[in-house]
């Protein structure tokens, strides 16, 4: 079997061809199984078979929200209330998911690497610190899962087995799936606009699928070209392939279509209609398996609580996040099993912000040293809350697990790989860079963390 460097291609052209979206073709090498290795010392937990993962996008106030902390910058009309001993709660931003807390957990004990926006937000979607020197390399963990999970899809799974909504305003940008075949990159959806052109009608069916074998049979050289040169043009064949099964799939246009009550169930908002979209692509079990959506405008340096920044971005959450929840735990398969059941959700942003008073603009900075987590579904107990912060949010007094540490970005992909049935331990030699690929990387910016499902949010 060939390696990467088989292929008689340079580092430099290697890096180039690996930092665009569609250059998976040469890295296909790669998928086959000589050249993955694992440990093999761990029994991944396999409780689920989807991933929903919210991003807050900008960063969410912890200490405004789900790890509240009162004091005199609290304002009265958050109506806090303890929910349950040591559990405040700002009611009147999210009453909805107030209602639901036996159906999801709290980890109040993560911190993060960084505290720069976009350095962070690749952080969260990569689940390895940012390395300039790799960072076109390293592949999401949405990519990763998308990779595992291709040997399980039915010949009746056309829809994309990673799905990004709302990746609009990120200063990170939507990664791309690095050395990864374009195949596992994101398709990506912006609710913002129409989304009509996701439906064919049946009587134009016969038409469009006559013009598409007219072009397959002008570039069937394109296609069955091995050369180089051809390359590019095969990726996008790839895309155009996927596409072309997405629209033809006559479930496609209801995954897409948006009910009035429905929307306004959600919230109205574009991100309750990423959500109503999440659910459906769950409910179809049509090939999606990972699925990230983000939510803009959680940065709020300035007058946070101001009706149009924390409330407004609470109340759209609290809408889009309380009717998928409810959802998804109401909604069942034929066996019994609830969308919950077999859905992992998470929540979360890329930072915390400055806990204690607000700032002279009225408003918090970023903050990495805590923040609070949201989790629930496949397996996960609901009502559980893991760790805890001191008085004013500032700093993590107790892991809540049984690692004397606080909780990172690498074991939360971790515990997602673990639940979806992934062996985390697991490497792909042969990259662009020569640096073997840790699913997990045991290396974190400054430390030796060991990186591990959080079991305590199972109970």
Not at 229 to 253: C, I, P, S, W
Request: net charge neutral; glycine share 8%; proline share 4%.
């Amino acid at each position: 079997m060939r390696n990467f460097s088989d292929m008689l291609l340079t580092r430099r052209q290697a890096m180039q061809i690996g930092g665009v979206s569609l250059g998976g073709y040469w890295f296909r090498q790669l998928l086959e199984p000589a050249n993955v290795q694992a440990a093999g010392r761990v029994k991944p937990r396999s409780s689920a078979r989807f991933c929903i993962f919210v991003m807050l996008d900008g960063g969410q106030s912890h200490v405004d929200a789900w790890d509240l902390k009162e004091g005199k910058w609290t304002p009265g009309d958050f109506e806090v209330k303890e929910m349950q001993p040591g559990v405040k709660w700002p009611t009147a931003l999210y009453p909805k998911l107030g209602k639901q807390m036996d159906r999801f957990a709290l980890l109040r004990s993560v911190e993060t690497w960084d505290s720069v926006h976009g350095r962070a937000q690749y952080y969260v979607q990569a689940a390895h610190a940012l390395n300039p020197a790799l960072q076109k390399e390293i592949p999401p963990v949405g990519s990763v899962v998308a990779l595992e999970y291709a040997s399980r899809r039915k010949a009746t799974d056309t829809m994309p087995p990673y799905v990004a909504l709302n990746v609009t305003q990120s200063q990170a940008g939507l990664l791309t799936s690095g050395f990864l075949p374009a195949t596992y990159s994101p398709f990506h959806v912006d609710t913002n606009v129409s989304l009509s052109s996701y439906k064919i009608e049946d009587s134009a069916r016969p038409e469009f699928e006559r013009r598409w074998k007219l072009l397959q049979s002008f570039d069937a050289r394109l296609r069955n070209d091995p050369s180089l040169a051809a390359k590019a043009y095969r990726d996008y064949n790839d895309h155009y392939e996927g596409a072309f099964q997405l629209v033809m799939d006559k479930r496609t246009a209801k995954l897409f279509e948006l009910d009035a009550a429905e929307r306004r169930r959600y919230g109205s908002s574009l991100t309750g209609d990423a959500a109503i979209i999440a659910r459906n692509l769950v409910e179809a079990d049509g090939g999606t398996h990972f699925i990230f959506l983000q939510q803009n405008g959680w940065d709020h340096h300035k007058d946070i609580y101001k009706r149009s920044n924390h409330y407004e971005c609470s109340w759209e959450l609290d809408s889009a996040l309380g009717a998928l929840l409810e959802d998804l735990a109401t909604r069942k398969r034929a066996d019994g099993t609830t969308l919950l059941d077999e859905t992992l959700v998470f929540c979360m942003g890329e930072f915390g912000r400055t806990p204690g008073d607000i700032t002279y603009l009225n408003g918090r900075d970023h903050y990495q040293y805590a923040m609070t987590v949201l989790a629930a579904g496949g397996g996960i107990k609901g009502g559980n809350i893991v760790g805890k912060t001191d008085e004013t949010g500032a700093k993590v007094v107790d892991t809540g697990w049984d690692v004397k540490r606080s909780i990172y970005m690498e074991d939360i992909a971790t515990t997602i790989y673990s639940a979806m049935g992934v062996d985390w331990t697991k490497t792909i030699k042969g990259t662009p860079s020569g640096r073997d690929f840790y699913l997990i990387e045991p290396f974190a910016t400054s430390q030796f963390i060991g990186a591990r499902e959080i079991s305590a949010l199972f109970g």
